[in-house]
Structure formats: C-alpha cells, structure tokens
C-alpha cells in the first residue's frame, strides 16, 4: 500500500511562513491536494493538482510537489489558520491521506 | 452549489451493518466521482471508497472485504454499507465529490456513527 507521511504537529507565529510537508515515494509524480480541518468541521479543500487554489483560498496558501515531498506554505500565517492538514495523493486511482499535521500559531 | 448531506443511524450494534446515504442536491450525480470518508474520533481521515453514477466502484483494499457503495441516480444519492462493524468502525462518516484528478472538492457535513451494544 501507498503510505504519506506528515509530521505531528508544526508550529508558527503569528505573521510567519508555516510550511507543512507530506513525503511518499515519487509523490511528485502523483496528483495532490491539501485539506484544512478545523475542529468539528468537515474538510475544506485549500490546494488541489499540486498547487492549484480554489476560489475562495486566500493567496497566502501556496504549495509546490517535487521528488518524495509535497509542501504546503501558509504565508502571513493568522490565528485563524489554525487547524489540521492533510495531504491527499492520487495514487492509480486510489485516494491516500497522510496522518495529517496539527498547525499551532503560537 | 453542491451540496452533500449524509444521513442514517448513529448507533450500530457490533456485527451488524452500517448503512449510510448521502443525498446530493444542486448538482447531478451522473458527473463525477462520488466518495465516503471517515474519521475516528482524535484520529485522521480514512478513504473508504468512490462509486461513479454507473456503478464502477473503487474500495479502500483495507476495507473492501466488508464494503459496499451504490448510487440512486433517480434519487441523486450514493450509499454505504460497512458489514460485521466492530468498535474500531466508530467514526465519523463523510461524503464528498471526487474529480477524476483525485480531487474532493466539496464535504457534506459528516455524521457520527457509534458501535455499540
């Protein structure tokens, strides 16, 4: 099976660039997304295809998939990016999360 | 604007099935991919499996022996059904819509399912 892998949690201040990475084998050769989960919400797409926003995402939310390493970057992080992410990759046909990060603005 | 809305019991006994329908408004389920989601509670998000509106389903191999997708296209609604649920199966249920790039652009709101005697 395809496994991604997130770090636990990631830390940042206020005004500060948060990068979260998610690493697979060739995962640069796959599709990714990126999901924001805030508590007790359902997931909200903030990145698809790599590096694509939907509208409505703030343009601080930015990411780029390279190699064995997806990296979402929150620029200007605010209180209110607060929450869990989780990276998705497309996998032949097949959808695989990552254990996802816990974002702290301290 | 899509809309997703997952409904069915919130308790289920162990050994018994789960049986979830998402109902999808706003927009037709014979385009795209339509998907289910779950999360343990504190724990992280888990890919069950997707169903198009013919019918093809794609399952999560972990999970395929015991599951179930279909699709109502009179009623523009795609079910779940999870067979022999043990406490490991409480969850937190999603659907959502799945673009042929792998993409779940819009969430219902999720519901909680509880096994339990």
């Known amino acids: 099976s395809y496994d991604l892998t997130q770090p636990p949690s990631v830390s940042v201040s206020p005004g500060q660039t948060a990068s979260i990475t998610c690493s697979g084998d060739k995962l640069g050769d796959k599709n990714v997304c990126w999901y924001q989960q805030e508590p007790g919400q359902s997931p909200v797409l903030v990145i698809f295809?790599?590096?694509k926003r939907p509208s409505g995402i703030p343009e601080r939310f930015s990411a780029s998939n390279s190699g064995n390493t997806a990296t979402l970057t929150i620029s200007g992080t605010q209180a209110t990016d607060e929450a869990d992410y989780y990276c998705?990759?497309?996998?032949?046909?097949?959808?695989?999360f990552g254990g996802g990060t816990k974002l702290t603005v301290l | 604007q899509v809309q997703l809305q997952e409904s069915g019991p919130g308790l289920v006994k162990p050994s018994e099935t789960l049986s979830l329908t998402c109902t999808v408004s706003g927009y037709s389920i014979t385009t795209y991919y339509w998907s289910w989601v779950r999360q343990p509670p504190g724990k992280g998000l888990e890919w069950i499996g997707y169903i198009y509106y013919t019918g093809s389903t794609t399952y999560n191999p972990s999970l395929k022996s015991r599951t179930t997708i279909s699709v109502d296209t009179s009623e523009n609604q795609f079910s779940l059904k999870l067979r022999s649920v043990t406490a490991a199966d409480t969850a937190v249920y999603y659907c959502?819509?799945?673009?042929?790039?792998?993409?779940?652009?819009?969430w219902g709101r999720g519901t909680l399912v509880t096994v339990s005697s």
């Open positions: 998705q990759a497309w996998d032949s046909r097949i959808v695989v």
């Open positions: 959502a819509r799945l673009s042929q790039t792998g993409t779940q652009d819009s």
């Open positions: 295809q790599d590096n």
